[in-house]
Nanobody, 126 residues
Framework: QVQLVESGGGSVQAGGSLRLSCEVS????????LAWFRQTPGKEREGVAR????????TYADSVKGRFTISRDNAPDTVSLRMSSLKPEDTAVYSC???????????????????WGQGTQVTVSS
């Protein structure tokens, strides 16, 4: 059973930075496509960033390109999201997600991912 546990959320002023981490257990990290999603009340979950387990190729939503960076570390098995130049519209619950095998092409789709963390709140004030 794959488990994902996020940490690093919190409150920050607009223009600031935060780093989210997600520790993955239950299966070797390099075998899973990993991603970060976010959701605000009343809105659909949005795929923010994704990293491929074989090529380290990354994909970002247009709304965060140039501001967010996803990376992974094998010791311990962790996927991180570094967020900078934060805006109030970045306020959301952020969750990490995983699915076995290589990442799919195209947009970061919620339906592709089988395993989810519990989420961590990020609040950006103006």
């Amino acid at each position: 059973q794959v488990q994902l546990v996020e940490s690093g959320g919190g409150s920050v002023q607009a223009g600031g930075s935060l780093r989210l981490s997600c520790e993955v257990s239950g299966y070797p990290l390099p075998k899973y496509c990993l991603a970060w999603f976010r959701q605000t009340p009343g809105k659909e979950r949005e795929g923010v960033a994704r990293i491929d387990p074989d090529t380290d190729e990354t994909t970002y939503a247009d709304s965060v390109k140039g501001r967010f960076t996803i990376s992974r570390d094998n010791a311990p098995d962790t996927v991180s999201l570094r967020m900078s130049s934060l805006k109030p519209e970045d306020t959301a619950v952020y969750s990490c997600a995983a699915h076995a095998g290589y990442c799919h092409r195209g947009q970061i789709e919620e339906s592709d991912f089988r395993y989810w963390g519990q989420g961590t709140q990020v609040t950006v004030s103006s």
